[in-house]
């Protein structure tokens, strides 16, 4: 993987039950759409962000960082759009 981004986003997962399988099928959705690879880290852990698995083994509960990287600068939109779901709590109830 190369380490030298285009595009950088940083949110937080925000909603009570953490990520589960609708939001990681839906982030692997948007990035289905991308240009180049996209990356989701939690600052230790970096994992394709295509993958519904791969998302999932973030294990990210709430309040976990997370880091958007796209290669291609094209993807800025699909960046921003993954960032706008983490920051809307993937479109859920953020105190259930």
């Known amino acids: 993987m190369d380490t030298e981004y285009s595009i950088s986003r940083e949110s937080r997962v925000v909603n009570a039950l953490g990520m589960h399988a609708r939001p990681a099928a839906k982030i692997a959705e ?8 996209i990356w989701l ?32 600068k094209e993807d800025r939109a699909v960046a921003d759009r993954i960032k706008d779901f983490f920051d ?3 479109g859920e109830d953020i105190n259930e």
């Open 30 to 37: 948007m990035t289905m759409t991308a240009k180049g690879n």
């Open 41 to 72: 880290s939690d600052g230790s852990t970096t994992v394709d962000a295509s993958s519904i698995i791969d998302i999932l083994t973030l294990c990210a509960v709430t309040g976990t960082p997370i880091f958007i990287q796209a290669e291609n």
């Open 88 to 90: 809307q709590g993937f």
